[in-house]
């Protein structure tokens, strides 16, 4: 994404500032140009940002990086009455890799919300029957792993209570 217009290398660094984590306050003094190069952490999709008097360039891996910057440094812009014009040049296969780099973070959270739904049903089945030796391994361990964190938060209240009698 290309940006051009009438703004100071200083004024996109405040708007990158506004937006982006741990972007220093200001320019390195008599610095004519700013660059940065950020990783997501969660998906690991970079961001490179190089900016100059009147004109700037983001590239990212990720479309949903891009819609965001594009909309918040409009408005820094818009609300500093800098007219700026965008340029996009989306990669053809752009989209895919955002939905690759996506797919295996969706698949996980799918897989958790499955488990903590049935461990519910799960529990309630295995404390009604009283045994649970009929159920396939996966099963099984979604009741084992339900009555771990429910031991766990027993134990906790319990701690709490205790503490609470000490004070």
């Not at 990086?65 to 700026?84: D, E, G």
């Not at 295996?104 to 799918?110: A, D, I, T, V, W």
């Not at 488990?115 to 009929?134: I, N, V, Y």
Request: proline share 3%; aromatic share 8%; with cysteine.
């Amino acid at each position: 994404m290309a940006y051009a217009g009438n703004f100071s290398v200083h004024a996109f660094h405040s708007w990158l500032r506004d937006v982006l984590p741990d972007v220093p306050t200001h320019l390195p003094a008599n610095s004519s140009t700013g660059s940065y190069l950020f990783k997501q952490s969660q998906l690991g999709t970079m961001l490179s940002c190089w900016y100059t008097d009147g004109q700037a360039k983001l590239v990212c891996d990720s479309i949903t990086t891009l819609a965001i910057l594009q909309n918040t440094l409009l408005a820094s812009a818009t609300a500093a009455k800098q007219q700026v014009s965008i340029r996009y040049q989306l990669h053809p296969q752009a989209l895919q890799h955002c939905c690759g780099v996506l797919w295996p973070f969706l698949e996980e959270q799918r897989a958790l919300a499955r488990r903590k739904k049935l461990g519910g049903a799960l529990q309630e089945l295995h404390m009604q029957e009283g045994d649970a030796s009929f159920l396939a391994r996966e099963y099984k361990d979604i009741i084992s792993t339900q009555s771990g964190k429910e031991n766990t938060q027993n134990g906790q209240d319990a701690a709490d209570d205790t503490q609470g009698l000490d004070a």
